[in-house]
């Protein structure tokens, strides 16, 4: 069985930074891309960030600049760096396993997602 635990959320200034992780276990084969999303109140979850075992990178344009995915394949853990984070950024951010090897801003491709944490961004 599939399990994503997510943490490294919290409350945080404008301009600050925060360092998500995420933790995969269970499954075999764990080879196939890790992503992340996130879900501003009202607004529909959208894509962030996803990283394939052999290194490949998808960021979303806009925070490209901002944000940084990294992976460590050896501790089966997927990290997302966020710097100069703004209100904006406020959301539930969710990590997710892919059932392809490849890179996919898609939801659709994630069939397993973990239980979402909290980053606030506050003015």
């Known amino acids: 069985q599939v399990q994503l635990v997510e943490s490294g959320g919290g409350l945080v200034q404008t301009g600050g930074s925060l360092r998500l992780a995420c933790v995969l276990s269970g499954g075999t084969g764990n080879n196939y891309a890790m992503g992340w999303f996130r879900q501003a109140p009202g607004n529909e979850r959208e894509f962030v960030a996803a990283k394939t075992w052999s290194g490949d990178t998808a960021v979303k344009t806009s925070l490209k600049a901002r944000f940084t995915i990294s992976r460590d394949n050896a501790k089966n853990t997927v990290y997302l760096q966020m710097n100069n984070l703004k209100p904006e950024d406020t959301a539930v951010y969710y990590c997710?396993?892919?059932?392809?090897?490849?890179?996919?801003?898609?939801?659709?491709?994630?069939?397993?997602w973990g239980q979402g944490t909290q980053v606030t961004v506050s003015s």
């Open positions: 997710a396993r892919s059932k392809l090897i490849g890179t996919s801003g898609a939801q659709r491709d994630y069939p397993y």
